[in-house]
């Protein structure tokens, strides 16, 4: 098992920034990834960000340029940073843990924190 806490969500302008954290702990194994989805009202949740355990990444083209996801392998934690918020970066965002088991992936979620971008 592996638990995820989320923190750093919050209300901010738009323009501004904000850090979300998300610490894994439990059943830690190397070669995970972790990443970052959103969901807002009425919408799917999408990946928003996610990194490899050698610390490769990809974004969803809305946040590109804008938003940088970064991880602390001793502790275990990702990292997103977002600058330049928009209303529409408005969503719940969870954090994401995948590991491949040779068979399948194993995935975990965070609860969620809110972030908030007012105009």
């Known amino acids: 098992q592996v638990q995820l806490v989320e923190t750093g969500g919050g209300l901010v302008q738009a323009g501004g920034s904000l850090r979300l954290s998300c610490a894994a702990s439990g059943s830690i194994f190397r070669g995970n990834r972790m990443g970052w989805y959103r969901q807002a009202p009425g919408k799917q949740r999408e990946l928003v960000a996610r990194?490899?355990?050698?610390?490769?990444?990809n974004y969803v083209d809305s946040v590109k340029g804008r938003f940088t996801i970064s991880r602390d392998n001793a502790k275990n934690t990702v990292y997103l940073q977002m600058n330049s918020l928009k209303p529409e970066d408005t969503a719940v965002y969870y954090c994401?843990?995948?590991?491949?088991?040779?068979?399948?992936?194993?995935?975990?979620w965070g609860q969620g924190t809110q972030v908030t971008v007012s105009s």
């Open positions: 994401n843990y995948d590991w491949w088991d040779g068979s399948r992936y194993q995935t975990y």
């Open positions: 990194i490899t355990y050698d610390a490769s990444t």
